[in-house]
């Protein structure tokens, strides 16, 4: 690896991480890492240019050349999850909030694939937990399709308004 992918990836290091050992730094820079950096960058790259299937297996490689690499694993774990492929994905964002328990967007996506695989009471409790600290539109547009797909239809309306009362411009409601 060339000194200057060396020199950007520690600038990388210290940009998004203040505190880390020297050694944990120079644990990261190795050809795997870099290469996996590589890979996740080139499948958003390939998201831009809706080639999603190619960046998923982008997002694949980059997480099997560096399985801790979490960005790259929260992009595969969307990935899997648009591409309906809900126990795949979710066993990414498990993966993942064992690390982070209380991320948001981890839990969000967690509940989106609870609801595609029917596990509906899991998607609705982790909902209700992020709407307990505040209310995103996503999250109650979610929460409401969830309601519906238990047939509570009166419980999706209320979501469904408390969305739109947030973003009245928004088409999908």
Not at 23 to 33: F, G, L, M, S, Y
Not at 113 to 137: I, K, P, T, V, Y
């Amino acid at each position: 690896m060339s000194c200057a992918l060396h020199t950007h990836l520690l600038r990388y290091l210290v940009r998004k991480r203040v505190d880390f050992a020297l050694e944990e730094a120079v644990k990261k820079i190795t050809h795997d890492n870099a290469v996996a950096w590589e890979m996740k960058g080139r499948g958003l790259v390939r998201e831009g240019m809706q080639d999603l299937k190619g960046a998923g297996g982008d997002y694949e490689h980059a997480v099997e050349l560096a399985p801790d690499y979490r960005d790259a694993r929260q992009r595969l774990a969307e990935y899997r999850l648009s591409a309906r492929e809900a126990n795949e994905a979710a066993g990414h964002f498990e993966s993942l909030l064992q690390a982070e328990p209380d991320d948001p967007a981890l839990l969000f996506g967690l509940a989106r694939c609870r609801r595609q695989q029917g596990e509906f009471a899991q998607a609705r409790d982790l909902l209700d937990r992020l709407l307990e600290g505040s209310e995103q539109f996503a999250w109650l547009l979610e929460r409401a399709r969830v309601a519906q797909a238990e047939d509570d239809h009166a419980a999706a309306e209320a979501f469904f308004r408390r969305a739109l009362a947030l973003d009245p411009r928004d088409g999908e409601t």
